[in-house]
């Protein structure tokens, strides 16, 4: 397939630029030794799978996430607000890249294509998990949920991406980690659409709706022309 016409490249955040699996599992490990004397009857790997279980990647769920699992492990000398104020105030350290992110889109900014990134949930917490994956510097626009008032998949999310970049649908690369919110309706607006295929994804989508899978991010700098600067060119 010739890309010569590519002019923007856009990610999904959690599970495409940000390693969700990772961040995750750290932070659920140091919360439950936050709470270790409460948890005396609670193993870390109940803990583990019941909060793995019960979240669904998105931040206003988690009231609810917690208010299940005091019920689930019968914590009494805990609330829920006390879990969920810790995670409030913990989580947005537990933010890891994927060891080839930064280097990636920093390539991809270099050759001049434009970079956005489209994401459900909170403008903030996005804007401030981009800032501290060490991206903030190279995405050109952050389309979400909470901004536009659609999630996705549905196409208006996909659409103030494209109003914002000023470019055409086909005219976007668009790479995601979710067959169903990311691939599907990309490839559905006319974008090249590429999977971010993990070994443990649940669902995978059909073939007339990925152009390219990627197993890690460096692969889109041998699929997308790529301009090597010489030092000192602006």
Known sequence: MDLSHIKAVVFDLEGTLLDRTKSRDKFIEEQYERFHDYFVH???????????ELDDDEDNDKPDLYKAIIKQFHIDRLS?????????MHFYRYVFPYYDTLYTLEKLSNSDYTLGVIANGKSKIKQFRLHSLGLGHVINYLSTSETVGYRKPHPKIFE???????????????????????????RAMGMVSVWFKH???????L????????????????????????????
């Open 42 to 52: 609670v193993q870390l790997a109940d803990f583990k799978c019941k909060f793995i």
């Open 80 to 88: 829920w607000k006390d879990l969920f104020n810790d995670f409030e």
């Open 160 to 186: 103030d991406m494209i109003d914002q970049l000023d470019v055409e649908p086909e005219e976007i690369m668009y790479v995601g980690d979710d067959a169903l919110n990311d691939v599907a309706p990309a």
């Open 199 to 205: 070994d443990d994804a649940e669902i995978e989508p």
């Open 207 to 234: 073939a007339e709706e990925v152009d390219y899978i990627i197993s890690t991010i460096e692969e889109l700098l041998s699929i997308l022309p790529i301009n090597i600067k010489q030092e000192g060119e602006d």
